[in-house]
């Protein structure tokens, strides 16, 4: 096998794991932390190594419009985006779905505005959880980069026929350079055979991709999409499997049991966060305290059934985020919930968001969340965890 | 390819539908307001059959005789505001 480790940029190594995977339309507007990946791409169309149409736009709307036109042409697409770009894109990106066009894009994750923040959290890609598309999250980069030749297997299947977004966390992986294999073309080639549509765009053949459907129809326009998301889980696997098989190494999936298949408590998170919980759970583990982690690979769909063979056995749960849901609660806790409720389950679960805008949360916060719900502390409602209330304003001016 | 298509009982894969759906979708139902066309000032100007959005009105300026098809007609009201010899009323929608 011809594949050796290189030491790469998170972003650098995802564009050329991307080129391997011969998209011919390629559209996407600099944005940080997600520049890397369209600067490196953009270089690796011009210097010739990748036969593709790198489409300049002036906007992430114009860019997700020119794949959706692209992907319904019949051809494999690429974009790849953060924050503010996410929900610029957010209008085309429902239709994308809606059209059952199989695009593969990147979320490098970044917190949404106001504040302005470039740093990371998942606001970004949550604001867009319900539009269909599936979602990955990465932990580190070697997963970003094979998560990718996943999401167009997957989306190209045709029981799936969705868009795949990969997250992968902003700076945290985009930035930093660690070891990763990038895919072999041939077996990348072997891997993904060329894409071949059911239906497209053809002078020839006119027809319009999304049409108009009275209230007779569109609830099951709506509900196919629906559907293909359920019918993904399966597909996840087996193209993770394959891709084992093929590459030699494990990757994609829809979770990661990390030590808590005898645990009394069990972690919940996503994205790169999850490296330092498993250092956490080591050192616990070590003292002999009964902790485990449950990483979410694939967000959406809700992989239900496998969360809660997961989770069937733990005492409590606690949902670590870098999200919200402002004037509720938190956005995955409120799933992990209902998960268990439908279950018959009283699990105790209690959500943290740890992290908004970069926020760092140290090993001793990990630490300090398995401590508290361990010990039996009930949580009445979502947690901002280590708010700094000393630096907020009078929050009612002039009361 | 047309059995994957959408047609008027059927969806298809991404509602992917043969050309003429604008034809087949009537628009009459989205109207609150209806234009009532008086046939007593009329110029024959065609200001009417221009500014429709929905390509609805018909009708020949020889004659100075318009109308509209109120299968289409969304109640835009533009015909109305148009019209230089207010020869069209909006009024309410009532069926
Ligand atoms: S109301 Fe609007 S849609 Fe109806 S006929 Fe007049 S211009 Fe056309
Ligand atoms: S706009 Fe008025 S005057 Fe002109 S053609 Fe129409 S109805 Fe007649």
Redesign the pocket.
Known sequence: MAEKQEILEGAMAVAHAVARCRPEVIAAYPITPQTHISEELSQIVADGELDAEFVKVESEFGAASVILGASATGVRTYTATSSQGLLLMSEVLWNIAGMRLPVVLACANRSISAPLSIWCDHQDAEAIRDCGIIQFYAEDNQEACDQHLIAYKVAEDRRVLLPVMVNLDGFLLTHVFEPTILPDQQLADRYLPPYEAVLKLDPANPATFGAFTEPDKCMEGRWMVHDACMRSLPVIEEASAEFEKVFGRPSGGLLEEYKSRDAETILIAKGSLCGTIKDVVDEMREEGTKVGLLRIKTYRPWPTEAVLKAVSGAKQIAVIERGASFGAGGVMTPEVKETLYDAGMQTPVSGFCVQLGGREVPPDGIREIVDRVASGEKQTAYEYFRLKTEILPELVPGA | MSDKLLSLDKLSIGCVAPPGGSVANKTGAWRSMR?VYKHENCIGCRA?EL????G??FGNAKEKHFD?DPDY????????AECPVDDIEMVMEEK
């Open positions: 234009p009417c500014v429709c959005p929905e609805c009105v509209f007609c969304k109640g835009c009201g533009m015909c109305a």
